[in-house]
C-alpha cells in the first residue's frame, strides 16, 4: 500500500484531508510525539487535535502491518508460480488483514489435507467434471476412477466431495459473503457447565443466556469469555436456528457462489456438498472467526474504558503543596504512616495499632496527633482498602477533638500503591525504608499531586480497567502509555521539582535523559533557563525542540519559561509585548489588554493564526493547570459495611471506574456500588461518560443491596419514582451487573474515643 492510499484511508476514517494525514505521518516518522505535533505543528498538520493524532498513530500501525504482510504474501505466491494479474489486483485493494488472510488461504502451506490425498489418488478431475456438468450422473463418472487406492464409487465421491468441500472453504468471496451474513444474524449462546452452578456463581448472569453476537457489549463478550476460560461456562455461536426451511440461509449463499439449482444429478449431489460443507467445516471455521472478532471488538472496547478512565484519574484536581500524612491501613499488621511536605520530600514515619489483636486506639491516636502537630499536617491521604473505613472513623474522632485549624481527611484510590512500594524505583527513593511504610508515602503525594506521583507505576496496575487482564496486553499498554503521555504533557512539568519517572513522560525525553536532567540539577543546582537544557548530557537540539514547551520554570530568568509558549515561538510573543508597549511580567494575565489584540498582525511565515492564538491565550493565564479544583467527599455516618446499607438512602460517593455499563462509586463500605447507565440521570444516557467520570464526586441512592453476591445498585436520578429510562427501546442491552470489583475486607468493631479528647487537645496546644 503506498503512502497516498494509505493517507487517504487514514483521512477518512479521522474526518480530515489526506494532506493532513501526510504531514501528521512525516512528523511522527522523523521522531515527533503526539503532544508535540498537536501543539506546536497545528500549521502543519492543519490542525488535528491530540484525539484524531492517536487514531492515525494507531491506524498507522495497522495498516503498515497489513502492508507488510501484503508484500510477504505476494512474494510467497508468486514464488510458488501461482500468482495472475486478478489475484494481485485483489491483494492490492484489500483493506483488512482478514480479507488478506482469505485470499492466502488456497496458497498457504499446509499439512497434508483430506483434498490433497483425493487429488494423488487422481480424483481432481471427477471434481471438475462434477462443477462442469451438472446434469452429469455423479456415479457413472465416479466409476470411472475406480482403482486400487479408489475401490468403490463411494470412495471415489467422497474424494471428489472433500476437493470441492476445500475450494469452498479457501473461496475468499464466499467466506465474505458467509462472514458478513453471520455477523448480522448470529447469536451468542452461553450455558452453564454441569456441576460448576456454585463454584461459578458470580457467571451466574450468563448460566442460561442468548443475545445477537452484533450487539452484545464488550463488558458481557469479555465477562462471558472469561468464563469459558474457567471452564464454567460454554460458548456457542449459531445462525439460522430459527430458519425452518429446508435449505437454511447460509447454505443458500454456498449454493449462489456456485450457481447450485438442483436442476440436474450432479447438481443435486452438488447442493449435498454444500450442506455438508458448511455443516462441518464452514460453520465451525466462521464461528471462530465471531468468537475472535467479539474478543477483539470488546477488547478495543475495554481498552478505551481503561484509557479513559486513567486520563480522568491522572488529571484529577491536585490537593496541592501542602503538608500531608498518608495513611495506609490494616488490621493485624497495624496502620502505616508517613508525614510528608509540602514538596512530596519524607518527613517521618510510624505505624500504629488501633485494632485487634493489640486494639491500641489511644496510643495510635496519640501518635498521629503527634505527627500532625510537629510537621503542620494539613492533609490526610487515607488508602480505601481493608480496614479504611475504620481507620477513617479513628482519625474522624481525632479530628472532632482537636481544635482549628484542622488537617482535612480524604480516601484515596490506593490502587497500584504496592505495586510502587516493591518497586526499584522505590527501593531506590528510599533504600532503608519498609515496603510497608513506602505504600503509605504514594497514598499522602498522590493526594498531593495524583499526576506526579501516579506516573511511577505501571499504569495497568492502577485498576481503573474493566477485565484489564483479559485484553491484549501489548496494545492495552500502548494505549495507556499514550494516555500518561498526554495527561503529563497537557498539564506540564514544573523542571526544578519533577522526579526522573515524572520528566520521562514528557515528549522527547527518554528514561535516560529524565535520569540526565535529575542529575545535573542536583550537581548544577536548579535551571534557571530553559536553554540551560541544551548542557544536559544526551540531551541535543530534537530533544530539547520536542520538551522544551512542556517543562516549565515558574521563577526564572525568563518570564516566558513559566509558560507553554515554546522557545521557538518567543519571538512572536515578544512582538505582541513590544506592541502593547509593557513590561511582560506585567502584562502576563492580563485579559483585557491581550483580548483587545488582533491575532492576525502577528502572524508571520513560520507561524500562523493558531499558534498566535495560543501564545494570546497562554499570555493571558501563563501555566494554567487544565485539571479542576479540589473536592472531597463526605462518607455518611454509621454506614461502614454493606450490610449497613438499606434501600433509599441517600450517600455521597466518589466514582472511581466508569465502563460501558454504567459507573461505579466508592461510597465507603469496603465495595462499590454500580450505577448503571440508566440509572445515571432522568434522561437516556448512550455513554456513562457524558455525565461522569473517575474522581468525580457525586449523590446516590441506594436502590438494591446483595448481600451474598456483594452488589450494590445504586441511583443518580432526582426522581426516585420514575421508571428507569429504557435501553430497549433505544437499542441498547438491558441494565445488569456485569462487573465486578474486589472485596475491600470486612469491617471490625469501632472504638470510642473514651477520655482521649482533652489529652489530645492538651497535646495540640503544646504546638
Request: hydrophobic content about 40%; aromatic content about 4%.
Amino acid at each position: 500500500m503506498n503512502e497516498r492510499l494509505l493517507a487517504t484511508l487514514i483521512a477518512a476514517e479521522i474526518k480530515a484531508r489526506p494532506e493532513q494525514v501526510e504531514a501528521a505521518v512525516g512528523l511522527i516518522d522523523e521522531g515527533a510525539t503526539i503532544p508535540f505535533i498537536a501543539r506546536y505543528r497545528k500549521e502543519v498538520t492543519g490542525g488535528l487535535d491530540d484525539t484524531q493524532l492517536r487514531t492515525l498513530s494507531e491506524r498507522l500501525i495497522y495498516l503498515r502491518e497489513l502492508s507488510a504482510r501484503r508484500a510477504s504474501i505476494i512474494e510467497s505466491v508468486t514464488g510458488q508460480g501461482k500468482m495472475t494479474d486478478e489475484l494481485l489486483k485483489k491483494i492490492n485493494a484489500v483493506t483488512t488483514k482478514a480479507e488478506l488472510e482469505d485470499l492466502y488461504l488456497p496458497y498457504k502451506p499446509k499439512r497434508r489435507t483430506k483434498a490433497e490425498i483425493a487429488r494423488e489418488r487422481g480424483l481432481g478431475p471427477l471434481a471438475e467434471a462434477l462443477l462442469s456438468d451438472r446434469k452429469a450422473d455423479p456415479q457413472a463418472l465416479a466409476a470411472a476412477y475406480i482403482t486400487a487406492e479408489v475401490p468403490d464409487v463411494k470412495t471415489a465421491l467422497e474424494g471428489a466431495r472433500d476437493i470441492v468441500a476445500e475450494g469452498m472453504t479457501e473461496n475468499a468471496d464466499l467466506l465474505k459473503r458467509l462472514r458478513e451474513h453471520m455477523m448480522a444474524n448470529a447469536v451468542i449462546k452461553a450455558r452453564v457447565v454441569e456441576g460448576k452452578q456454585e463454584a461459578g456463581a458470580k457467571f451466574s448472569d450468563y448460566f442460561e443466556h442468548t443475545e445477537s453476537w452484533a450487539k452484545v457489549a464488550g463488558h458481557r463478550a469479555l465477562a462471558m469469555l472469561r468464563g469459558w476460560n474457567e471452564e464454567v461456562l460454554t460458548l456457542t455461536i449459531a445462525v439460522d436456528e430459527d430458519d425452518a426451511s429446508p435449505v437454511k440461509p447460509a447454505e443458500r449463499i454456498i449454493q449462489s457462489a456456485y450457481g447450485i439449482t438442483r436442476t440436474g444429478a450432479a447438481d443435486n449431489w452438488l447442493a449435498d456438498v454444500a450442506g455438508w460443507c458448511w455443516r462441518v467445516k464452514l460453520s465451525a471455521s466462521l464461528s471462530l472467526d465471531l468468537m475472535r472478532m467479539m474478543r477483539e471488538r470488546a477488547e478495543e472496547e475495554a481498552i478505551h474504558v481503561f484509557a479513559r478512565n486513567l486520563k480522568d484519574l491522572l488529571l484529577a484536581a491536585p490537593a496541592g503543596s501542602r503538608p500531608a500524612m498518608g495513611l495506609d491501613p490494616g488490621i493485624r499488621t497495624g496502620v502505616k504512616v508517613a508525614v510528608v511536605d509540602g514538596t512530596g520530600k519524607l518527613l517521618d514515619t510510624a505505624t500504629v495499632y488501633p485494632f485487634q489483636p493489640k486494639n491500641d486506639l489511644r496510643g495510635a491516636q496519640m501518635e498521629i496527633a503527634r505527627l500532625i502537630r510537629k510537621h503542620g499536617v494539613e492533609l490526610i491521604a487515607i488508602g480505601n482498602g481493608t480496614a479504611s473505613r475504620e481507620t477513617e472513623k479513628m482519625v474522624a474522632d481525632l479530628l472532632a477533638e482537636l481544635p482549628a485549624p484542622k488537617p482535612t481527611k480524604v480516601i484515596v484510590s490506593e490502587a497500584g500503591a504496592s505495586v510502587y512500594s516493591a518497586s526499584e524505583l522505590a527501593a531506590a527513593e528510599f533504600p532503608g525504608l519498609d515496603v510497608s511504610l513506602r505504600g503509605a508515602v504514594s497514598i499522602a503525594r498522590r493526594l498531593q499531586d495524583p499526576l506526579a506521583e501516579l506516573v511511577k507505576i505501571e499504569p495497568k496496575s492502577i485498576g481503573v480497567g474493566q477485565y484489564q487482564h483479559d485484553v491484549d496486553q501489548t496494545k492495552l499498554s500502548r494505549s495507556l502509555d499514550a494516555v500518561v503521555e498526554d495527561a503529563v504533557n497537557a498539564v506540564g512539568v514544573d523542571l526544578n521539582t519533577a522526579s526522573a519517572p515524572l520528566l520521562a513522560r514528557v515528549s522527547g525525553l527518554s528514561n535516560a535523559i529524565a535520569e540526565s536532567i535529575v542529575a545535573y540539577r542536583d550537581q548544577a543546582g536548579a535551571f534557571a533557563t530553559r536553554k540551560e537544557l541544551l548542557k544536559v548530557p544526551r540531551l541535543g537540539p530534537r530533544a530539547f525542540q520536542q520538551a522544551a514547551g512542556f517543562l516549565r520554570i515558574p521563577d526564572g530568568k525568563e518570564p516566558l519559561d513559566a509558560s507553554a509558549v515554546h522557545p521557538e515561538a518567543y519571538d512572536v510573543a515578544k512582538k505582541i509585548v513590544a506592541a502593547c508597549g509593557r513590561d511582560i511580567r506585567s502584562l502576563m494575565g492580563d485579559s483585557a489588554v491581550l483580548k483587545s489584540l488582533d491575532p492576525k498582525r502577528f502572524v508571520d511565515e513560520t507561524f500562523g493564526l493558531p499558534t498566535v492564538k495560543d501564545i494570546l491565550s497562554e499570555l493571558e493565564k501563563p501555566g494554567r493547570d487544565p485539571r479542576p479544583s479540589f473536592r472531597t467527599a463526605t462518607f455518611a455516618d454509621g454506614v461502614n459495611e454493606i450490610t449497613d446499607l438499606k434501600p433509599g438512602m441517600l450517600l455521597e460517593g466518589t466514582v472511581t471506574n466508569v465502563a460501558a455499563f454504567g459507573a461505579f462509586v466508592d461510597i465507603g463500605v469496603h465495595q462499590d456500588g454500580l450505577v448503571h447507565v440508566s440509572q445515571l440521570a432522568d434522561r437516556f444516557v448512550k455513554d456513562p461518560h457524558e455525565v461522569v467520570k473517575a474522581g468525580d464526586v457525586v449523590k446516590v441512592r441506594v436502590v438494591e443491596v446483595d448481600v451474598k453476591r456483594k452488589r450494590i445498585g445504586l441511583s443518580m436520578r432526582r426522581d426516585e419514582h420514575a421508571a428507569p429510562v429504557s435501553r430497549e427501546a433505544k437499542g441498547a442491552p438491558s441494565p445488569r451487573f456485569d462487573a465486578r470489583h474486589a472485596q475491600k475486607g470486612p469491617a471490625k468493631p469501632q472504638s470510642s474515643m473514651g477520655g482521649l479528647g482533652a489529652a489530645l487537645q492538651e497535646a495540640m496546644k503544646r504546638k
